[in-house]
């Protein structure tokens, strides 16, 4: 699949833009603070109805307008798709496809997969938790549309029954509506977890060979998944903690709580690993969620690359460069000697200036 272009109106610090784009290599350049993000977070947009930084819809609208409006033109199995999305301030989003609109935004996710690649997602097993829960979620809500479901009802129950929690604090004469909201946080809870556990023994098997080659075959790779509870015991655990939960006002067990953990050779790398064992084992980790993603829809996907070629050394740099191959790869830059430098085909060049675009071949 590709991104064959993409439109924009009054979207971040762009007042009006479009871009087409090559089905191979696509450099994005200039100055800091020029709007090259902006770029790559509409794509990401464009295709999940989410920011990777996780900003609100009011933070991507230009300043001064009240909405933003965004056309992407992609090419599925020789198949063009027009994504039209329109963002306001104080709405849902309206999505639509091939100009008929989507009853839910769920819908959009699996016309697109996008991997984003960013320095942030370098420092992925030394940040918390919820850095590592974002990456098992973005992920799986592009491949699976009823773990999108699943995960979105176990998020609103969990807000409701934080919310009552707070409330029984105070007085306890609604303490009986907890078994509505239980039954529910578990149904949907328990899906989450299985699907993540699989996702996970799935991943391991891609992540361990691509991490191999890029030690020099001197490293082992694995990914543990850590449920703060086992979905069998969801519903125990739950019934158990309702006292304790009604005291903090929070829900104590669930897949909210969740997290993974990297070990090289049987050590866990984020309190062992060195900076660059950690740096190497997130890249695998991309690279293996690249693998992954071709393998489950048996295409490939669009590679958006936040400046991370200035973040690692050469051999990092090779290794990702060969892992590119035929994907459609967009990449932000602040210039182009590295490119220059690795004999890597420039498709199309883009100059960004104060939120304006120029091509440059």
Not at 25 to 38: L, R, V
Not at 111 to 120: Q, R, T, Y
Not at 261 to 284: E, M
Not at 336 to 346: D, K, Q, Y
Request: aromatic share 8%; charged share 30%; with cysteine.
């Amino acid at each position: 699949m590709i991104v064959e272009s993409i439109n924009l109106k009054n979207y971040r610090n762009y007042e009006l833009m479009n871009i087409e784009f090559s089905d191979r290599t696509n450099i994005i350049y200039g100055d800091n603070a020029q709007g090259k993000t902006n770029i790559l977070e509409a794509l990401y947009v464009g295709a999940t109805t989410k920011s990777h930084r996780g900003s609100k819809d009011k933070e991507i609208i230009r300043f001064d307008s009240e909405e933003s409006h965004l056309k992407m033109i992609v090419k599925k199995n020789d198949i063009d798709y027009r994504i039209d999305m329109h963002i306001k301030k104080n709405k849902s989003k309206g999505i639509a496809i091939n100009g008929i609109p989507l009853k839910k935004s769920v819908d959009l996710f699996g016309i697109v997969n996008m991997v984003f690649f960013s320095p942030e997602d370098l420092n992925i097993i030394k940040d918390g938790p919820s850095e590592r829960r974002r990456f098992m979620d973005m992920e799986l809500s592009q491949l699976d549309k009823i773990y999108v479901h699943n995960l979105m009802q176990y998020n609103k129950v969990l807000m409701q029954r934080n919310k009552l929690l707070k409330d029984l604090f105070y007085r306890d004469d609604n303490k009986d509506t907890l078994d509505v909201w239980d039954m529910q946080l578990v149904r949907y809870g328990s899906e989450v977890i299985k699907r993540r556990t699989e996702f996970i023994m799935q991943l391991n098997e891609v992540v361990r060979q691509i991490h191999y080659k890029l030690s020099g075959g001197r490293e082992n790779l694995s990914i543990e998944y850590v449920p703060s509870v086992q979905a069998e015991e969801f519903e125990k655990y739950t019934a158990d903690s309702r006292n304790k939960d009604i005291r903090f006002g929070a829900t104590a067990y669930g897949p909210h709580k969740d997290d993974i953990i990297f070990y090289i050779n049987g050590n866990d790398v984020r309190k062992y690993g060195s900076q660059g064992q950690q740096r190497t084992a997130a890249l695998s980790l991309k690279l293996a969620e690249i693998e992954f993603v071709k393998q489950t829809i048996h295409d490939t996907p669009v590679l958006l690359l936040d400046d991370v070629l200035s973040e690692l050394d050469e051999n990092r740099q090779n290794f990702l460069m060969e892992s590119m191959g035929n994907i459609q790869t967009i990449v932000t830059c602040t210039g182009l000697e590295e490119f220059i430098n690795n004999r890597i085909s420039l498709d199309k060049i883009f100059k960004v200036v104060n939120g304006q675009v120029f091509p440059e071949n």
